[in-house]
């Protein structure tokens, strides 16, 4: 019954699909930790032994009538990326039910394992691209002021904040012949970037996805706001930004992925509140948080009526916001209020000599 309440649970969820790299590493990290490997490698004969045991020769020999499996217990086609998709879906149901037992705990194995395959994918990446050099910076920071009219520093810090930060931190003397060498050329037309195909449209869209969603599960420290570039650079994109017209499924993805500032605010205050737990009192909480305190203040009497936090664990913030009927581009407690800019956007006020000795 359990198992037959897993499979409509897992097939019913309407979950993207699991991508073959992520789907061998759930596998092979929970593998592990049943048979208790040595050295983060499988132990084939204790695991054989336990999930010969656990289903029982009866329920193994009716798969094999039924599906013409084989020997379950001795195909380990799962561990391949080259072979995992051949497995049949009867099989992969079965290892799945053995190693998670609820379809929570495989969401939950999927989440850690997409970070960890991210991972692994942005260091193959980084691996195979050669080290910046001082000439190189400077050509590219001049490349990108040459695509600005009547470029100035105030418009590189805006444009291009990472970048222009990095340059002056290493050519703190060379601002000027860099703005010189920028307006002696014509403007540059950006760099156009060839429409994808349809494959390709459809494999960035799905990293994209993936990308957001790791980061909105992410609870290992205070959370960042889930940006383009966050994704862009998570996904590992190393193009210009896509744009509707040469990749519309991939744009579209990213400008589904991205949130709102209260959802984004939202989302620190929950974390907050279950990292250091209600007992900690408000002022610390509010430290932890980093919001600015009119804003903690309204989402401390919107969450007013909770009286149980859940444990902090992966995807649990996003799943306490959504339950409240926070979503992702949630307008906030109060949206017709206005509040002080935060950060680089804010202005101190100015007084009138008469307002300030009324």
Known sequence: MNYASFCADLLGSGASPVPADVLKEMYRSRAVEMTGGWKKSLDRFAFQEMIHTFYGPVFLAKLDEDFSLGDFTKSYHWQSLSTIKEVPLIRHLALAFFLFRSFRDFKKARAVAEVHCIEQRRKEIDSQQPLDTSSNLFEEMLAVARQIPKCTLEKLWERHYGLTKRFIKRFPDRLDELLRAASSKPVAKPAQMRSLTRLEDQEWAGRFRVAASTLYQL????????????????????????????????????????????????????????????????????????????????????????????????????????????????????????????????????????????
């Open 219 to 358: 609870v290992d420290k205070r959370p960042e706001r889930v940006s383009r570039n966050r994704i862009m650079i998570e996904a590992g994109w190393k193009r210009p930004y896509p744009t509707a017209e040469v990749c519309p499924l991939t744009w579209r993805v990213l400008e589904e992925s991205l949130e709102s500032d209260w959802h984004y605010h939202a989302r620190r205050y929950v974390w907050a509140m279950l990292s250091l737990r209600p007992e900690q009192g408000v002022s610390r909480i509010t430290r932890a948080s980093g919001l600015d305190n009119l804003r903690f203040k309204e989402l401390r009497l919107f969450f007013a009526e909770v009286t149980h936090w859940p444990l902090l664990e992966i995807g649990v913030v996003v799943e306490f916001l959504e339950n409240f009927g926070v979503t992702r581009q949630w307008a906030g407690p109060c949206p017709d209020r206005q509040f002080p800019q935060l950060g680089r956007k804010y202005q101190r006020k100015s007084w009138e000599s008469g307002q300030a000795s009324e």
